[in-house]
């Protein structure tokens, strides 16, 4: 059974950073893609940030040049550096996995930021 995990969010005050990270398990297959998505409340999930087959990635124009993602294909394992974070980036983030064998999502992490 293929788990995905997110971690890493919390409560931060604006101009912070947070490192999330999202890991999966089980049988996966090859992954061909990993995204983050968000969502605020009353929001709908919006698209985040992609990296495609382990090497180029792709950014909301509202984080871009603010967060990075990258990852450890050792570990299986994204991450999602954001600095700079903002009141509006405050939502639950989730990691969405592509693979040969089906699509997973993880169950999501808080990210508050607020003063």
């Known amino acids: 059974q293929v788990q995905v995990v997110e971690s890493g969010g919390g409560l931060v005050q604006p101009g912070g950073s947070l490192r999330l990270s999202c890991a999966a398990s089980?049988?996966?297959?090859?992954?061909?893609?990993i995204d983050w998505y968000r969502q605020a409340p009353g929001e709908q999930r919006e698209w985040v940030a992609a990296?495609?087959?382990?090497?180029?990635?792709n950014y909301a124009d509202s984080v871009k040049g603010r967060f990075t993602i990258s990852t450890d294909n050792a570990k299986n394992t994204v991450y999602l550096q954001m600095n700079s974070l903002k009141p509006e980036d405050t939502a639950v983030y989730y990691c969405?996995?592509?693979?040969?064998?089906?699509?997973?999502w993880g169950q999501g992490t808080q990210v508050t930021v607020s003063s």
């Open positions: 969405f996995i592509a693979s040969d064998y089906g699509r997973y």
């Open positions: 089980g049988s996966i297959g090859s992954i061909n893609a």
């Open positions: 990296i495609i087959s382990g090497r180029s990635t």
